[in-house]
């Protein structure tokens, strides 16, 4: 007598529905486990099986099982009828999808790598509020990247301190003011002053300059504190909220999107602690993945990495990443993603931030081009001239890469650039 099913889940020869989801797995089974019954356990586990043959079953939940219908060598494609998935619930889908199956003692190593949502899965999310063309248009932006920074050092500024490299960093030319993912209301800095202080300097950069000016102020905390905190940046006529979505969660984002846009909020999403699962190349959650559920759930963009800087990512994970969140129609891209067709779903900007600075500017750009929020950081407040020629001079070599000139080129009649070019030059940190 058979004391497991798991084959049960594979067809080789199966031929997806149009409105089934289908998953893309790197696996690696244990040993004296074939990859067919490993790939059969993944598709059970993550739909109607269990470990063992069962007394009776009634025959239509054979309709909802997975099926794994394409395996090559260490990667396995799986689909899984469209019923499976509650409308409009994409913390149910991670239970699925992303959930049991990386513990599983028959699987050594197990990557999410990317998903095809169906238009029947779509249907039931908005995704984000503004699209691209939205966020442009609120911010009177075209023909560059977006950009900002973050006062450093990260944390330990008071709300006033905080506010005032603020102001030098919309003065020297960028659009906005970011907190840092750990930085939300602390005895030295409540988010209820930085708010209001901030307002204060926005409106007199914003008189001084005639730009838009805005900020990402972090309202990341338990979801009635983001409401509260929603509220506060909306009273004071902010267009932005910032979460770190990871730590927040799927669901707190997913009712914060609909908060925030209520309020006229766009939400930065910071990723804080996806490098504990997206690193591992043989394990885990990619960042591709990542970003595809938090376009569905709706934040207007979501950092992407920058290939050149301080973390980790390669410059094809990040293109994948940026087309999975800019493009209406994504090709899937060999073992790195899936085909997607979005639909009406908006899309969302990719933000490149990390170990940044002006001589890395034509990196990032080379790989993004200027559809992205560029958020450089200790790269203007470590300028040898302060924050504000430091935010001069990203923008003199976002100048120089849309003109096609080079930096040292541009640096002859930009002396910010010159003085960023004399301490760091093209230096990669780590
Ligand atoms: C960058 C940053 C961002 C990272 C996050 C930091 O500061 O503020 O949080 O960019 O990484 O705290 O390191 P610097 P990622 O520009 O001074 O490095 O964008 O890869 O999610
Ligand atoms: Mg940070």
């Given at each position: 007598m058979a004391t497991d099913w798991y084959m049960d889940f594979v067809d080789l020869s199966y031929q997806p529905e149009k409105d089934e989801i289908i998953c893309l797995f790197y696996f690696e089974s244990d040993d004296g486990v074939t990859r067919e019954e490993a790939a059969g356990r993944i598709a059970s586990e993550s739909s109607t099986g269990t470990w063992t043959t069962l007394y009776s079953m009634p025959d239509r939940m054979r309709d909802l099982q997975a099926t794994v219908f394409d395996l090559e060598e260490n990667y396995v494609k799986i689909s899984y009828p469209l019923e499976l998935w509650e409308e409009g619930n994409a913390v149910q889908l991670l239970s699925g999808i992303?959930?049991?199956?990386?513990?599983?003692?028959?699987?050594k190593n197990l990557r999410l790598i990317d998903a095809t949502l169906s238009p029947g899965y779509l249907a039931h999310f908005k995704g984000p509020a503004f699209g691209n063309e939205g966020i442009r248009k609120m911010m009177k932006v075209s023909g560059r990247p977006l950009t900002g920074a973050v006062?450093?050092?990260?944390?330990?500024?008071?709300a006033e301190e905080h506010a005032k490299v603020g102001f030098e960093t919309w003065m020297g030319g960028f659009d906005f003011v970011k907190d840092d993912?750990?930085?939300?209301?602390?005895?030295?800095?409540?988010f209820e002053d930085r708010v209001r202080i901030m307002a204060g300097m926005r409106d007199r950069a914003e008189q001084l300059t005639g730009e838009k000016k805005s900020a990402f102020i972090n309202i990341t905390a338990d979801t009635e504190t983001m409401k509260r905190r929603a509220d506060l940046l909306a009273e004071y006529g902010w267009n932005y909220a910032m979460i770190d979505v990871v730590v927040c969660g799927t669901a707190g984002v997913m009712t914060m999107r609909d908060y925030c846009t209520d309020l006229g909020l766009a939400i930065h999403a910071h990723r804080a602690m996806h490098a504990a699962f997206d690193r591992n190349p043989r394990h885990g959650i990619t960042m591709q993945f990542l970003a595809k559920i938090m376009r569905l759930v709706g934040v207007s963009q979501i950092h992407s990495g920058t290939a050149?800087?301080?973390l980790e990512g390669s410059r094809e994970e990040i293109a994948v990443i940026a087309d999975i969140l800019r493009e209406k129609v994504v090709q899937g891209k060999g073992r790195l993603s899936l085909d997607q067709d979005w639909g009406d779903i908006r899309n969302a900007f990719p933000v490149s931030s990390g170990g940044l600075h002006p001589g890395l500017v034509p990196d990032v750009l080379d790989i993004y081009g200027t559809e992205l929020v560029l958020l450089v950081s200790g790269g203007i407040h470590g300028h040898p001239n302060g924050t504000r020629d430091g935010a001069v001079a990203t923008m003199q070599a976002i100048e120089a890469w849309t003109d096609g000139v080079t930096l040292e080129e541009k640096a002859k009649r930009a002396p910010e650039l010159d003085a960023a070019l004399e301490k760091w030059g093209r230096y990669k940190p780590k």
């Open positions: 992303a959930g049991n199956i990386f513990g599983m003692k028959a699987i006062p450093k050092p990260k944390i330990g500024f008071s993912e750990n930085l939300t209301s602390v005895s030295f800095n409540r050149v800087g301080k």
